[in-house]
């Protein structure tokens, strides 16, 4: 491991030796010593990314031998390395809960929650199995990690559609969002069959309106050749605002209308079958 240098301007040059630890095992991180070259008083320090060799002995992409100071880069006032947020993020994108994921990270970084007194009546819960952490990872990183892989462009065809979630506890219980989802797919070369559809984009909104649909349009580049969708009204105000100078036709999804129609038609009419229906009588 290179020594690192004063992060002080002025002391640049000056020697740096190690100067003990702070913090338990099997955390402990290494402290530095500065001794400036002009005479300056020492002063102790500590780098901005500190390293976390424990419980590693050794590098686990080259096996090469850890010093007790050596180890994964990790932020100052926190608990886990970035490879130890990393492999659970890897390991939730392979289809881990949040729970398992969140369970193997505090193993590895051996940050086991220690046995608290709970207050009277409070929920029984295991803190080593709790998926929070990971809830957090995802909130944080997940942008930062999947931004250069999501698609710049919309499609030539993009099926959207909305889901509604409603929050049951916690300080905002009765709160509502809404999830815009959209799956998007290209017109098959000739005498080729037609690619499968795949997600293109998820986004949460707190309102169904136009406004917010307009901004999950205007989030890509580009304009589909078209959209099928149910038949909400402020979304297609919204294809016709966002795309309709530019030719994109909007379809309504057969089985939405199909629905539409069965919930509006009275008992009768969707009782006839019309003329080819089974008109003989029912066996005794």
């Known amino acids: ?51 976390q060799g424990e419980p590693h002995a050794y ?55 220690t046995g608290r007194a709970r207050k009277p009546g409070a929920r029984l ?14 909130d944080v990183f997940a942008e930062l990690i999947c931004a250069s892989e999501l698609p710049r462009r919309w499609p030539e065809t993009l099926l959207v559609d909305s889901k509604n979630f409603r929050i049951h506890t916690g300080e905002r219980a009765g709160r509502s969002f809404h999830v815009f989802a959209a799956m998007g797919s290209g017109f098959p070369a000739p005498e080729k069959r037609s690619a499968s559809p795949r997600i293109w984009r998820l986004e949460p909104f707190g309102r169904q309106d136009q406004a917010a649909w307009e901004e999950f349009f205007g989030s890509c580049e580009g304009a589909p050749q078209v959209i099928v969708s149910d038949a909400d009204t402020a979304l297609a105000c919204a294809v016709s605002s966002a795309f309709g100078e530019r030719g994109t036709e909007h379809r309504i999804c057969e089985w939405h ?10 008992d009768p009419v969707l009782e006839d079958r019309g003329p080819g229906r089974d008109t003989r009588p029912s066996p005794s």
Not at 10 to 25: C, D, L, M, N, Q
Not at 260 to 265: A, D
């Open 59 to 113: 590098c686990v992409e080259c096996a090469t031998g850890l010093e007790p100071w050596e180890g994964q880069a990790g932020a100052r006032d926190y608990r886990f390395a970035a490879r130890e947020v990393g492999e659970a993020l890897a390991a939730v994108a392979a289809g881990a809960s949040y729970r398992a994921a969140a369970e193997a990270a505090r193993r590895r970084a051996q940050r086991e929650p």
């Open 257 to 266: 209308l199909g629905r539409k129609l069965r919930e509006h038609l009275p």
């Open 125 to 138: 819960r295991d803190g080593l199995r709790d998926g929070q952490i990971l809830a957090n990872w995802i």
């Open 1 to 51: 491991m290179e020594i690192p240098e004063c992060p002080i301007a002025e002391h640049a040059g000056s020697t740096v030796v190690r100067a003990g630890w702070y913090g338990k095992p099997p955390h402990r991180r290494q402290r530095w010593l500065c001794r400036p070259a002009h005479g300056e008083p020492c002063h102790r320090f500590t780098p901005v990314l500190t390293r």
